[in-house]
């Protein structure tokens, strides 16, 4: 299959020649278990005699000695002192029988034999998983009939979830965005204003994680799913203080002042943010295998949200004031209410 860089089988019964020598064959012959062994090891041996150069390439040359069945097993000649050679099959009774097994594998409480489908690193999980079941499916003729083969483990399970999980929280992150601010200021417009910086931010963490040759799996876009709050949070924040603000910011001169009033506060909560995945980019070893691309993938979320919102932001928010003179009061009535009855 396309992809697969390894295939490793556990567990299972295997076959091995056993070879039940004969004490008295033996001893007839001068011979003892030993020398026999020496000379079963000297004549069924795969010995490598170099590279041949041929047809403009070099070719592996392999000597194999090894017996393809118990025919040729019985047939091979033990050196016998001072009389011709003999063959093993005289010197014992020679079978073909089960090999002792020391480590025992099971799947589902039971006892089974694991076929691990290992991918190439270029290789897709999702596409690799898929095309072992369809070769299962296809090639169920050639499995006996009494083999229950099924899936013990599958990664691209995870890789699945993974995607829907960025997915929804992308979706419910702004929707979210966009009711809170409409609900809160009075405006669709500000809503779907602030909910621009999620896509945004998404576009440029995948354009950085390209510039740094990460790809996306589990741990990337995970940590892409995770700071989807953290993005929304400032744009809440500036679309909240230029629609309060909105009678100076009619121009641009205007919306530069406004600005310069929060980012101090914008920059310093993004940076204390962005500081602690920072030192998770310095591990070693598994574990910064896995959360060095993590903290990769969140601190480029929030550096790409806090340049939309200083830059971008304050271009394409609508100069509305925010309606909010009914519902102060009746939120400083419903905190009243709630504060008095704790």
């Known amino acids: 299959l396309s992809g697969v860089s390894e ?3 556990q567990g299972g019964r295997r076959l091995e020649a056993r070879v039940a020598l004969d004490a008295a064959l033996l001893q007839a ?4 278990p030993a020398a026999v062994a020496d000379a079963l090891r000297g004549v069924s041996e795969l010995q490598s005699v170099g590279l041949i150069d041929a047809n403009r390439e070099f070719y592996l040359g392999l000597v194999d000695g090894r017996p393809v069945d118990l025919a040729t097993l019985s047939a091979l000649p033990i050196p016998v002192v001072g009389a011709p050679p003999v063959p093993l099959a005289s010197l014992g009774n020679i079978s073909l029988e089960q090999a002792p097994e020391f480590v025992r594998y099971q799947a589902h409480d039971r006892e089974a034999v694991l076929i691990n489908v290992l991918r190439q690193p270029s290789a897709s999980t999702i596409t690799l998983a898929a095309s072992v079941r369809a070769w299962l499916q296809a090639h169920r ?5 009494d083999v229950h083969v099924e899936a013990f483990y599958d990664q691209s399970d995870l890789v699945r979830a993974s995607v829907d999980s960025v997915r929804d929280s992308l979706l419910v992150g702004a929707l979210l965005a966009v009711l809170v601010v409409a609900l809160f200021l009075g405006g669709l417009r500000l809503g779907l204003a602030g909910a621009i910086v999620l896509p945004g931010s998404v576009a ?6 390209s510039l740094t040759h990460q790809s996306l799996n589990l ?6 799913a995770a700071a989807v ?3 929304l949070d400032d744009a ?3 679309v909240e203080h230029l629609a309060h603000n909105a009678d100076r910011t009619r121009d641009v001169h205007g919306r530069a002042m406004a600005m310069a009033d929060i980012l101090p506060s914008l920059v310093g909560s993004s940076a204390c943010t962005i500081a602690i995945f920072i030192p998770f980019m310095f591990l070693d070893g598994v574990t910064g295998a896995f959360f060095k691309v993590l903290a990769l993938s969140m601190a480029f979320m929030l550096s790409a949200s806090l340049l939309l919102c200083v830059a971008v932001l304050p271009l394409v928010t609508p100069q509305a004031a925010p309606r909010t003179a009914g519902r102060r009061g009746r939120f400083a009535r419903s905190v009243r209410f709630a504060t008095a009855r704790p």
Do not use: Y
């Not at 012959?29 to 003892?32: A, Y």
């Not at 741990?219 to 892409?224: K, Y």
């Open 7 to 9: 295939v490793v089988v």
């Open 141 to 145: 003729d050639v499995i006996p009939a």
């Open 204 to 209: 440029l963490t995948l354009f950085g994680l």
């Open 236 to 238: 809440i924040v500036v």
């Open 29 to 32: 012959r001068g011979l003892d």
């Open 229 to 231: 709050g953290l993005v």
């Open 219 to 224: 741990m990337t876009l995970g940590g892409i």
